[in-house]
Structures are given as C-alpha cells and as structure tokens.
C-alpha cells in the first residue's frame, strides 16, 4: 500500500471514520487467520509511515520488520538521467554531467526527494526548456533532427535551494 499515511492525519479537526474504518480493517485482516499467508508492504517516506503507525496500537506489532532504502546519490540519478536520455535518444554534451551531478547533489538532500520519479520528471522539465531554446529564434523548421537531439547545459535548471528557515526563499 503506497503512500499509507494518506489514511491518517492526527492534525485533522474532524474525525474521518472512512479512514480510521480502513485501518482499522488491516488491523482485524493481519490478524485473521485467513490472511495468515498474505503479506502487507506499506510504503513511502520513513518519517510519515512511522506516524501513520501511531494509528493504531496494534499495527506496529503487526507490521513488524521494516525496511529502509537510501535515496539514490547524485552520480546515481545522473545514470538514470542518461538511461533516459539514450533510450529517448537524446545527446547530453559532455558539460551537462557536472551541472546534473550539481543539480542533483542539492536535490537529493531534500526531505520527500522523489529518487526516479524526480529525476524523470528533470528529464520532461529539461525535454521543455530544450524545446524552448530551440524555438526562440523563430521558426524551427529549418533545424537538423541533431540540433533536437542534443541537451545543453542551459537546458538544465538550477536547483531550487533548500533553507533551514523557510522564510528564506
């Protein structure tokens, strides 16, 4: 079940039965004797599937082990980036590794970093402003299929910093 926690917000100021209903089914379910032979994942960010634990004291006993992946690093996403890049058959010139790494060293610091999902969503962001460069001289019509096939560094963003006070933007 991805994205558990979404059943359980303890900030809530109403009760929301619907949800407090399904967990507490799971609950009964892991239980049963029927669903013995079943096995229950619960996925997504460490800190909100803990919270969402304090749901119901039984769920954690019931959910026993657990299992933390680390994100991705930096030279990580970089590969993903261009396994993407390759199989939509694009070109990265040689200087775009150091600012994806660099891009890449700011983005895995933050809190929900998205691991691949993240760094596909860079590629559709770079895929746009590498359409937009290309179409700001006018018609695009006169350009090789090469020219559309190639990412430059101005097609990649900086990445958005991240500050200790959030006021600091």
């Not at 960010?45 to 969402?52: A, E, S, W």
């Not at 954690?60 to 939509?88: G, H, L, M, Q």
């Not at 010139?93 to 760094?119: I, P, W």
Request: with cysteine; net charge negative.
């Amino acid at each position: 079940i991805d994205e558990i926690y979404s059943l359980y917000n303890p900030d809530a100021h109403q009760d929301d039965s619907f949800s407090r209903e399904v967990i507490d089914t799971l609950v009964r379910c892991l239980t049963a004797e029927e669903y013995q032979s079943t096995v229950v994942i619960v996925a997504g960010y460490k800190d909100r599937v803990d919270k969402f634990m304090e749901a119901n004291p039984g769920l954690a006993s019931r959910i026993p082990d657990e299992i933390e992946f680390t994100n991705y690093s930096a030279s990580d996403c970089f590969e993903i980036f261009e396994a993407v890049a390759k199989k939509e058959q694009y070109e990265l010139q040689k200087e775009c590794r150091q600012k994806l790494e660099a891009y890449f060293e700011v983005e895995t610091q933050k809190k929900n970093f998205g691991n691949a999902r993240d760094v596909k969503g860079l590629f559709g962001l770079v895929e746009n402003r590498m359409i937009t460069r290309l179409s700001t001289n006018g018609s695009i019509s006169g350009l090789s299929r090469e020219q559309f096939t190639i990412i430059k560094p101005e097609d990649i963003p900086e990445p958005a910093l991240v500050f200790e006070n959030e006021g600091e933007r």
